[in-house]
């Protein structure tokens, strides 16, 4: 896909009917829109009928994970509980 428009809402936003009327008027002429996997489970309680949407996957990967952990381990057994 070529991105040649977008729409930012911020983190855990709750969607409207507000915002599905903006997000069909931005994607008009487009053959697809993507949003989060997150994003598309809030979006699907609204009227999506219309739309071409699809939910990007998004994946984390540590690198170096035995030194993240020891890291991390070393962070958590400095605090006084």
Do not use: C
């Amino acid at each position: 896909m070529k991105i040649v428009r977008e729409a930012i809402f911020p983190d855990h936003h709750l969607y409207t009917m507000k915002d599905l009327s903006f997000i069909k008027e931005r994607g008009k002429e487009v053959d697809g829109i993507v949003t989060t996997e997150k994003d598309m489970v809030k979006l699907k309680e609204l009227n999506l009928d219309s739309l071409p949407l699809r939910a990007l996957r998004i994946d984390m990967k540590i690198w170096r994970e035995k030194e993240f952990y020891q890291r991390i381990m070393t962070i958590f057994l400095s605090y006084e509980l």
